[in-house]
């Protein structure tokens, strides 16, 4: 049995490109306004709750500032990705991998366990018995499946302006049109947090295999 099924890998792929363009292009857009604000609007500095700082030209998509041609390279990847992650929890229901690997149960939310797989993480030791994964793993993979990659999409719906009109209940519901721009950053940059640590795990875990395996899907009891 594959360590890793078909869908997983052809998503995993395919949502790392989306994801990538759609933060080197989104850093761009926030270079237009560097401002964030909670509410239903905002433009002067003393109502900012945070200013972010410029992101250099090298960060970002295009390379130099467009606001329009950053635009469309985000609207360009917005569609994939979302369609790409419907498509990745459609599969995890069908052959059962999100309640056969990532669904916790009791006995790991005990803090004797957290506390145990925290320290195992610390020693660099990632083997774990019982399952695809450990607790934190499948902590950190809910979180980006289940909170901070339908967030982006949700919140990105609510500051388009093309899609305001039509999903006005959405705004509001997110506390205003500032307050769903303010999350989509502070998603965005949690995606970065859980992208960093992902690819220094991964690099601890040994790289060569860990990539070998989300390839070719890997084997069961594989080092």
């Given at each position: 049995m594959?360590?890793?099924?078909?869908?997983?890998?052809?998503?995993?792929?395919?949502?790392?490109?989306?994801v990538v363009v759609l933060f080197m292009s989104g850093l761009t857009i926030s270079n237009?306004?560097?401002?964030?604000?909670?509410?239903?609007?905002?433009?002067?500095?003393?109502?900012?709750?945070?200013?972010?700082?410029?992101?250099?030209?090298?960060?970002?998509i295009p390379g130099y500032y467009s606001l329009a041609v950053a635009r469309d390279w985000h609207i360009l990847m917005a569609w994939p990705f979302a369609l790409l992650l419907l498509f990745m929890w459609v599969t995890m229901l069908v052959n059962r991998h999100f309640k056969r690997d990532l669904v916790t149960t009791r006995a790991e939310w005990k803090p004797r366990a957290i506390?145990?797989?925290?320290?195992?993480?610390?020693k660099l030791n990632f083997d774990h018995e019982g399952g695809k994964f450990n607790f934190?793993?499948?902590?950190?993979?809910?979180?980006?499946?289940?909170?901070?990659?339908?967030m982006m999409i949700f919140t990105g719906i609510a500051i388009?302006?093309?899609?305001?009109?039509?999903?006005?209940?959405?705004v509001d519901l997110l506390g205003g049109r500032q307050s769903a721009r303010s999350l989509h950053f502070i998603f965005a940059?949690?995606?970065?947090?859980?992208?960093?640590?992902?690819?220094?795990?991964?690099?601890?875990?040994?790289?060569?295999?860990?990539?070998?395996d989300m390839i070719t899907g890997g084997r069961h009891g594989e080092a």
């Open positions: 594959k360590r890793h099924a078909l869908s997983t890998r052809i998503w995993h792929w395919l949502n790392l490109v989306c237009a306004h560097r401002r964030l604000y909670w509410g239903d609007w905002g433009f002067a500095p003393e109502q900012a709750w945070l200013a972010v700082p410029r992101f250099p030209d090298w960060m970002t506390w145990h797989d925290i320290v195992q993480h610390l934190l793993q499948k902590l950190a993979y809910g979180l980006v499946l289940g909170v901070f990659l339908p388009s302006p093309g899609m305001e009109p039509t999903f006005g209940w959405l940059f949690a995606l970065f947090g859980f992208f960093i640590v992902h690819v220094l795990l991964v690099l601890l875990a040994g790289p060569i295999g860990q990539i070998r």
